[in-house]
């Protein structure tokens, strides 16, 4: 039977300002006004036999993940969590690995979490086509039928056929000029690389010996050397640090004489773009994308998201406008590749809008930083039922907390008391403090800040239930 191996590990930093390093794109409802990326693509499986899947992320996005796999019912669903990214190919290593320790041997489909797939259907019956040849031993590539020559995507050149559906792997390309791109698309035999795979574990642990043993030791060694904390699979950070990079292209694909493709024609979209989600989105008679509250007056073809406040557009076309709390992006749709511009110049000059959005979600809860000055910050903090801040300190600030609705639990030192609606307490600079909703509704509160160094790293934790340092 099939395990799904899911990567939830990627930046997004091309649909700044909603994704963020914190917060990245799968992770946000972008086609559906429900469900996450991430959790579209588990849905998407719906109807296909597999095991339990397996989610990849990041150590920081883990508490994220879990939610949204909560909310799918699938609380003990295995998250095996990468200390740093070391790209694609670690990742499997990491997930086979773990999938043959107790003398298994899954079929594994590997997907990205942040896809677009239109026809389930098709994409139902295109793993039904790989499944056969991954039992044979192939390495399977799903390659992507063109509908346009495409500059951003590597092409994969279709061989012979395999009697099976699918086709050998003539050859990778790197992504092409667009004079290249148009001959691979009119010629028939070229596709999008799709960056989704099928195989055995045991196959691809066998090509990553032959070709990158390294990287295969490396990753041996960390799972070997990591932890099991409840649903988390904590792999040793030093020894991954130490792993190469690599994809799984360049490391395996490319080398092994097993590859095989098997096409999908399923209305795919990586969503790489502004301009790539404005392509896979209902539009209306004028071609517009609007989401949230939106005014457009003569305007066509142009994709509009507010997030927080009415946005209105006159007598424009082409543009991407999109609008949160904390930013604003204004681009021409033929030059959203360059918004990871942007968010290297907010690194560069050290500012925080491509780290988190104003509001920041925590295992516990969630808070919005709803203002600041000189001295002061105002947060307006949500604490789920049952939930519990960790026990800390701060040496730079005092707070005053006041309750909006619910009851808070709270620790100011020696003393534990409730602060029910309407009521307030503070906590001066230095003293250890905790705050738990004990009741069955969610607490809110807002929270003003005062002092010399208001920054998030001054928190000192001496006792925390969701294992943070």
């Given at each position: 039977?099939?395990?799904?191996?899911?990567?939830?590990?990627?930046?997004?930093?091309?649909?700044?300002?909603?994704?963020?390093?914190?917060?990245?794109?799968?992770?946000?409802?972008?086609?559906?006004?429900?469900?996450?990326?991430?959790?579209?693509?588990?849905?998407?499986?719906?109807?296909?036999?597999?095991?339990?899947?397996?989610?990849?992320?990041?150590?920081e996005?883990?508490?994220?993940?879990?939610?949204?796999?909560?909310?799918?019912?699938?609380?003990?669903?295995?998250?095996?969590?990468?200390p740093?990214?070391?790209?694609?190919?670690?990742?499997?290593?990491?997930?086979?690995?773990q999938?043959?320790?107790?003398?298994?041997?899954?079929?594994?489909?590997?997907?990205?979490?942040?896809?677009?797939?239109?026809?389930?259907?098709?994409?139902?019956?295109?793993?039904?086509?790989?499944?056969?040849?991954?039992?044979?031993?192939?390495?399977?590539?799903?390659?992507?039928?063109?509908?346009?020559?495409?500059?951003?995507?590597?092409?994969?050149?279709?061989?012979?056929?395999?009697?099976?559906?699918?086709?050998?792997?003539?050859?990778?390309?790197?992504?092409?000029?667009?004079?290249?791109?148009q001959?691979?698309?009119?010629?028939?035999?070229?596709?999008?690389n799709?960056?989704?795979?099928?195989?055995?574990?045991?196959?691809?642990?066998?090509?990553l010996?032959?070709?990158?043993?390294?990287?295969?030791?490396?990753?041996?060694?960390?799972?070997?050397?990591?932890?099991?904390?409840?649903?988390?699979?904590?792999?040793?950070?030093?020894?991954?640090?130490?792993?190469?990079?690599?994809?799984?292209?360049?490391?395996?694909?490319?080398?092994?004489?097993?590859?095989?493709?098997?096409?999908l024609?399923a209305?795919?979209?990586?969503?790489?773009?502004?301009?790539?989600?404005?392509?896979?989105?209902?539009?209306?008679?004028?071609?517009?994308?609007?989401?949230?509250?939106?005014?457009?007056?003569?305007?066509?073809?142009?994709?509009?998201?507010?997030?927080?406040?009415?946005?209105?557009?006159?007598?424009?076309?082409?543009?991407?406008?999109?609008?949160t709390?904390?930013?604003?992006?204004?681009?021409?749709?033929?030059?959203?590749?360059?918004?990871k511009?942007?968010?290297?110049?907010?690194?560069?000059?050290g500012?925080?809008?491509?780290?988190?959005?104003?509001?920041?979600?925590?295992?516990?809860?969630?808070?919005?930083?709803?203002?600041?000055?000189?001295?002061?910050?105002?947060k307006?903090?949500?604490?789920?039922?049952?939930?519990?801040?960790?026990?800390?300190?701060?040496?730079?600030?005092?707070?005053?907390?006041?309750?909006?609705?619910?009851?808070?639990?709270?620790?100011?030192?020696?003393?534990?008391?409730?602060?029910?609606?309407?009521?307030?307490?503070?906590?001066?600079?230095?003293?250890?403090?905790?705050?738990?909703?004990?009741?069955?509704?969610?607490?809110?509160?807002?929270?003003?800040?005062?002092?010399?160094?208001l920054?998030?790293?001054?928190?000192?934790?001496?006792?925390?239930?969701?294992?943070?340092?």
């Amino acid at each position: 039977m099939l395990t799904p191996i899911i990567m939830a590990g990627g930046s997004g930093s091309r649909l700044w300002p909603l994704s963020r390093q914190q917060y990245p794109k799968q992770f946000l409802a972008l086609g559906d006004e429900t469900l996450s990326m991430l959790q579209a693509t588990i849905e998407r499986l719906n109807g296909v036999k597999t095991n339990a899947p397996v989610l990849i992320c990041n150590e920081e996005h883990r508490f994220l993940a879990a939610e949204q796999l909560r909310r799918l019912a699938m609380d003990e669903t295995n998250i095996l969590l990468e200390p740093m990214g070391r790209n694609t190919a670690p990742a499997i290593a990491l997930a086979a690995l773990q999938a043959v320790q107790d003398g298994e041997d899954p079929v594994l489909l590997v997907l990205a979490a942040d896809h677009m797939i239109e026809d389930v259907g098709t994409f139902h019956s295109a793993i039904g086509v790989a499944l056969p040849l991954a039992n044979d031993g192939k390495l399977v590539t799903f390659g992507i039928v063109p509908s346009h020559a495409e500059t951003g995507y590597g092409y994969i050149e279709q061989g012979e056929t395999t009697g099976q559906g699918g086709f050998a792997v003539a050859r990778f390309v790197e992504k092409p000029d667009l004079a290249t791109a148009q001959n691979y698309v009119s010629s028939g035999r070229f596709f999008w690389n799709s960056g989704m795979f099928m195989f055995r574990a045991s196959r691809y642990l066998e090509e990553l010996e032959c070709f990158r043993p390294d990287i295969l030791a490396a990753c041996r060694e960390a799972l070997d050397g990591g932890s099991q904390d409840m649903h988390f699979t904590r792999v040793d950070a030093d020894t991954f640090a130490a792993c190469p990079e690599d994809s799984i292209d360049y490391a395996v694909m490319e080398k092994t004489a097993d590859a095989v493709m098997v096409p999908l024609n399923a209305g795919w979209s990586d969503v790489g773009s502004w301009s790539a989600l404005w392509e896979v989105s209902a539009k209306d008679g004028n071609g517009n994308v609007f989401k949230g509250d939106v005014l457009g007056q003569a305007t066509r073809n142009t994709f509009v998201h507010a997030d927080s406040r009415m946005v209105a557009t006159v007598g424009v076309e082409d543009l991407v406008v999109v609008e949160t709390p904390d930013a604003v992006l204004v681009a021409h749709k033929d030059k959203v590749q360059d918004v990871k511009r942007i968010v290297e110049r907010l690194k560069a000059e050290g500012r925080q809008e491509h780290i988190s959005h104003r509001e920041v979600h925590r295992p516990w809860g969630m808070y919005d930083s709803i203002d600041n000055g000189h001295r002061y910050q105002v947060k307006r903090i949500t604490v789920k039922p049952g939930a519990k801040l960790s026990v800390q300190m701060h040496h730079h600030r005092a707070e005053h907390w006041i309750v909006v609705s619910g009851t808070a639990k709270v620790t100011n030192g020696e003393k534990t008391y409730l602060v029910t609606e309407n009521q307030s307490t503070y906590i001066p600079i230095g003293q250890v403090h905790a705050l738990e909703n004990p009741g069955v509704i969610p607490l809110e509160l807002i929270e003003v800040q005062s002092g010399s160094y208001l920054g998030e790293d001054d928190i000192v934790r001496f006792e925390d239930k969701y294992g943070r340092a």
